[in-house]
């Protein structure tokens, strides 16, 4: 049983669960749907990452004063 929706495991997901094979990430207890959420998830938040990372800062935002406070 999925420990997050509660809904009793397919046999598939099982096996992926106990299997030698199985996912070396995330959750084990969750099933396939809730692990794709997850997934999900971490993927967008690595993409809002980058995307802040690159982005350079509005102008008047509190980056830009505190680097004219600096001088």
Known sequence: MCKRC???????R????????????????VCG???????????????ADRLQAITPPEPGSDRDQEAVSAY
């Open 33 to 47: 749907d809730c692990h794709a959420d997850d997934v999900a998830r971490e993927v967008a938040a690595a993409e």
């Open 6 to 12: 509660r809904r009793k495991f397919t046999d598939e």
């Open 14 to 29: 099982w096996e992926e669960t106990t299997a030698r094979t199985a996912w070396k990430a995330g959750d084990l207890l």
